[in-house]
C-alpha cells in the first residue's frame, strides 16, 4: 500500500493517525461479518465430547478414564 501526500505537510503524528485510519479500515474490509460463524475443528466440537459416555465416579474411575470405552 502506498500513501502519497498531495498538499500540506503533515507532521509524523498526523500521518501516522491517517495511516492508522486506512489500515483499521482495510482490516475491517477484509474480516468476515459478524454474524458468520466460523467453521470448528474436530478437537473444540462439543459434540465430540457427547459422542461416548463419561466415566462414573467411584473406586477406580481413574483406570477407566483413560481406556478405550
Known sequence: MVIKVVRGN?????LAAA???VRARAAAAT???????RA???WSDPARIAAHR???AGPG?????????
Open 31 to 37: 474480516a468476515p461479518p459478524p454474524g458468520a460463524e
Open 19 to 21: 495511516l492508522a485510519v
Open 40 to 42: 470448528r475443528d474436530a
Open 54 to 56: 463419561l466415566p462414573q
Open 10 to 14: 503533515p507532521t509524523p503524528e498526523e
Open 61 to 69: 474411575a481413574w483406570a477407566r478414564s483413560y481406556g478405550p470405552q
